[in-house]
């Protein structure tokens, strides 16, 4: 087989614990194929190179092996290969919008909400557009 539908390989080599939440990664624009937002349906094939946002740390995988079938994790990791910088890693509360010099909470207020977390990754994804340049 050398083509599968995007959401069953991101679902078999483990990246996402369901298919369902593989499928809705696909339909919130968080996989990308030459910085194209895939579908969950977009056939993938062995070679090509996909950016994936999970957990707030986008991977780059390459894909190796096309399996259709979900597998342990030893196997699993030999079917794809991580080329995401080790910089971009880091855990999220490390890269976390609330290190940059200009972003401030006022001590008291307590986690941030879902919307003001949101909102926080849109700006720190903001701010790394403009370092990269």
Known sequence: MDKIRVDKWLWAI???KTRTSATKSCEAGRVKKDEEKLKASSKISTGDILKIRVNQITRTLKVLTIITKRVGA????T????LTPPEDLLIPSIKSAFLLPNA???K???RPTKKERRDIDKFSDYQDHFEED
């Open 14 to 16: 483990r990246i996402f």
């Open 108 to 110: 008291g207020l307590g």
């Open 74 to 77: 030893p196997i699993a990791q």
């Open 79 to 82: 079917c794809f290969e991580d």
């Open 104 to 106: 401030h909470r006022d």
